[in-house]
């Protein structure tokens, strides 16, 4: 399967931004997918994480109750929803999938497959 993400920009803090994956393959339903992120100077890290079937969900502390991950398998997407941003959450966000754990694995080493990326820049 081949990932492209999109919708990343620069968002004032407090704002909302949702950013998407499209996913190139006609088995994009069973994978668990994620989002993971890299700000500058630090290692590429966990964000969130939804199960094959969108039935269960889980994320990192740091954005547990502002982020809402989801997945619409009919259109082969995955979407981030981020609210509440903070000038910490600026970053590369970048979609992954995974066929070995299709409810979806924190661990950035287990995923197969890897987007570009897309920059979100929170900043006043």
């Known amino acids: 399967v081949q990932l492209q993400a999109s919708g990343g920009g620069l968002v004032q803090p407090g704002g909302s931004l949702r950013i998407s994956c499209l996913a190139f393959?006609?088995?994009?339903?069973?994978?668990?997918v994620g989002w993971f992120r890299r700000a500058p100077g630090k290692e590429r890290e966990f964000v969130a994480v939804?199960?094959?079937?969108?039935?269960?969900?889980y994320y990192a502390d740091s954005v547990k109750g502002r982020f809402t991950i989801s997945r619409d398998n009919a259109k082969n997407m995955l979407y981030l929803e981020m609210n509440n941003l903070k000038p910490e959450d600026t970053a590369v966000y970048y979609c992954?999938?995974?066929?070995?754990?299709?409810?979806?694995?924190?661990?950035?080493?287990?995923?197969?497959?890897w987007g570009e990326g897309t920059q979100v820049t929170v900043s006043s």
């Open positions: 393959g006609h088995t994009f339903d069973r994978y668990g």
């Open positions: 992954a999938a995974d066929r070995e754990h299709p409810d979806g694995t924190t661990s950035k080493r287990e995923y197969e497959y």
């Open positions: 939804i199960s094959w079937n969108g039935a269960k969900t």
